[in-house]
Nanobody
């Protein structure tokens, strides 16, 4: 599946951004969808994943309560609403697809088959 992210930008601490990920090429509902991020000089890390149906979501502790993932299988879209942003949220954010239709998708990078090109999120203090 091909993935294209959008919605990144520059925001002040405490502000909000909404990232979007458009998927194409395969049956979108066969995939769990995740968001990862990579800050300069750091490894790529898991942020959140949503199951194929949207019925379950799993968040990294660092974003729990501030970020919300959702998906629209009729539009082949995944969204990440980011509120109460902090400077430490600054990173390139990647959308990723995991070919998995169960209830407990992996948080591991290697489990994800396809990746977008990333979108930059910068939070100023």
């Amino acid at each position: 599946v091909q993935l294209v992210e959008s919605g990144g930008g520059l925001v002040q601490a405490g502000g909000s951004l909404r990232l979007s990920c458009a998927a194409s090429g395969r049956t979108f509902s066969n995939y769990a969808m995740g968001w990862f991020r990579q800050a300069p000089g750091k490894e790529r890390e898991f942020v959140v994943v949503i199951t194929w149906s949207g019925g379950s979501t799993y968040y990294a502790d660092s974003v729990k309560g501030r970020f919300t993932i959702s998906r629209d299988n009729t539009k082949n879209m995944v969204y990440l609403q980011m509120n109460s942003l902090k400077p430490e949220d600054t990173a390139v954010y990647y959308c990723a697809a995991q070919y998995y239709s169960g209830s407990y998708p992996s948080r591991e990078i290697y489990a994800y088959n396809d990746w977008g090109q990333g979108t930059q999120v910068t939070v100023s203090s």
